[in-house]
């Protein structure tokens, strides 16, 4: 999934037009939560039930049957990667003229548009990418072990230069504020989202933030009661609850902008979730979860709109995946301290997400206005 995300986005974003470009992102966005709604409620539907069965040493039971029915999903999409067009912004990167004629005669004829009676090109769009195709056909062809540790420490140098192109001008303050923003985000938003369940449960149990009683887990983490089906009933109305957000990004994101949406976004997802340190009903935290996750999730979809857009081409996916790395040791960090602080005093890991996230919507204020401009 990590490796899998810059690329979907950097080139879904080199397909669309300006005017739409930041409604469309953030449509290609939704079905992040569409996922998460049907993880929650594949969860809800299989897990509490008692199904399965002995498979050689292990038992094959409800939750190992969900795992299985989760991954069907990433096979398909896989497989019909395989008949989409590359994209031709990197064609023309790559001096393939010729090629990203043909791709975008490809969507044309798919989306059954004009372009073919208003695209015009000087001289011959075939020559200069033949040239270049047949070049590299001959080194791919070469069966011999050389060749290909070439390409391979090619691409690595290529990454790598890629990568130091980011901390240089004019691309340094925008990369620092982003990474700020991804490490912030990531931290809060996964450290906190991943715990609520164990957050409602200490709140049925009569633990609070306020009142500080610890919680005394008697039951090994692998041996919880799966079939107490209200966990799963929050868990889904949590992911569901971020439908209203999704719905005002994409009505909104082309209109007010990204930066507007991801400072207000992440401004009150922190103040939501300080007011979980102050709530003593079980009901409230997970009115608050569904508020946190509803505001949350513009901010996310602004953030995935921005990364693409404030770099050229040949620095999008690169600039997109060092954000999501930092992103991911983030949420790892996030989710570990989580876990050592929640039963200790639950106050202080809330307060320390309510502050990142605050601190990142500070520094979006600094970032470039890219609503309706061309990508370079």
């Known amino acids: 999934v990590g490796g899998s995300m810059p690329v979907v986005f950097s080139y879904f974003t080199e397909f669309q037009p300006r005017s739409r470009r930041g409604s469309m992102i953030t449509i290609l966005a939704c079905f992040w939560m569409l996922g998460m709604i049907l993880a929650a409620g594949l969860a809800w539907f299989i897990i509490p039930h008692d199904i399965g069965g002995p498979l050689g040493s292990i038992f094959f039971g409800s939750w190992r049957i969900f795992v299985c029915v989760s991954t069907f999903p990433c096979f398909t999409v896989a497989l019909c990667l395989l008949f989409l067009p590359e994209s ?4 023309l990167e790559v001096g393939k003229v010729g090629k990203a004629v043909k791709s975008l005669q490809i969507v044309e004829k798919f989306n059954k548009g004009t372009l073919r009676s208003t695209l015009h090109l000087q001289g011959d769009p075939t020559s200069e990418s033949e040239g270049t195709f047949s070049s590299s056909s001959a080194q791919s062809n070469r069966n011999n072990c050389s060749a290909t540790m070439n390409s391979c420490y090619t691409s690595a140098v290529q990454v790598l230069q890629a990568s130091k192109e980011l901390f240089y001008q004019p691309y340094l303050r925008r990369t620092l504020i982003l990474l700020n923003i991804w490490f912030t985000f990531s931290f809060g938003y996964y450290g906190l989202s991943l715990w609520f369940p164990e957050l409602f449960k200490k709140f049925a149990d009569g633990s609070t933030c306020t009142n500080r009683e610890i ?7 692998c041996e919880l009661n799966a079939n107490n089906t209200e966990i799963y009933f929050e868990s889904f109305l949590t992911s569901i609850s971020s439908l ?6 994409v009505l909104l994101i082309d209109r007010i902008g990204r930066k507007i949406i991801l400072v207000t976004s992440m401004g009150c997802s922190g103040i939501a979730v300080f007011f979980i340190w102050l709530v003593n009903r079980k009901s409230d935290i997970v009115i608050l979860s569904c508020i946190f996750s509803g505001l949350s999730i513009g901010g996310w979809n602004a953030l995935d709109v921005l990364g693409p857009e404030l770099y ?16 991911r040791i983030a949420s790892v960090l996030g989710n570990l301290l989580f876990a050592q602080l929640i039963d200790v005093d639950c106050a202080i890991p ?17 970032l470039p206005n890219t609503t309706k401009i061309a990508l370079s």
Do not use: D, E
Request: aromatic fraction near 8%.
């Open 88 to 91: 031709p912004r990197f064609y």
């Open 215 to 221: 919680a005394n887990h008697t039951k090994p983490p």
């Open 244 to 249: 209203p957000g999704n719905i005002i990004t």
């Open 312 to 327: 050229p081409t040949h620095l999008r996916s690169t600039a997109f995946g060092l954000q999501s790395v930092l992103g």
């Open 350 to 366: 809330i307060m320390l997400v309510a502050a990142c996230l605050g601190c990142g919507a500070i520094s979006a204020i600094w």
